[in-house]
Nanobody
Framework: VQLQASGGGLVQTGGSLRLSCAAT????????MGWFRQAPGKEREFVAA????????YYSDSTKGRFTISRDNAKNAIGLQMNSLKPEDTAVYYC???????????????????WGQGTQVTVSS
């Protein structure tokens, strides 16, 4: 599967952005999907994930309650609605896909085999 992320940009503190990730291929429904981010000088960190079936979602403590991940299997796409953005949310955001991810590995980047190219999100203070 190939992934293409979009929707990043510059927003003020407290603003909102919606990221999208389009997947190519006919097996999208076999993949659990996730969003990760990486700020300059920091390691890549988990943001949110959504299961391939049932749509169960997972969030990091820093994004829970502000971000919402969604998926549209008919369109081979996932989204990330980001509200109440903070300067510390500034990062390059990546979408990722993996198969057969066990619960304990959902937040680990190692569990995802395919990655999009990333989209920059900048939150000004």
């Amino acid at each position: 599967v190939q992934l293409q992320a979009s929707g990043g940009g510059l927003v003020q503190t407290g603003g909102s952005l919606r990221l999208s990730c389009a997947a190519t291929g006919r097996t999208f429904t076999t993949y659990d999907m996730g969003w990760f981010r990486q700020a300059p000088g920091k390691e890549r960190e988990f943001v949110a994930a959504i299961r391939r079936v049932g749509g169960h979602t997972y969030y990091s403590d820093s994004t829970k309650g502000r971000f919402t991940i969604s998926r549209d299997n008919a369109k081979n796409a996932i989204g990330l609605q980001m509200n109440s953005l903070k300067p510390e949310d500034t990062a390059v955001y990546y979408c990722a896909a993996g198969q057969g991810i066990i619960l304990s590995a959902v937040t680990s980047s190692d569990a995802y085999r395919y990655w999009g190219q990333g989209t920059q999100v900048t939150v000004s203070s």
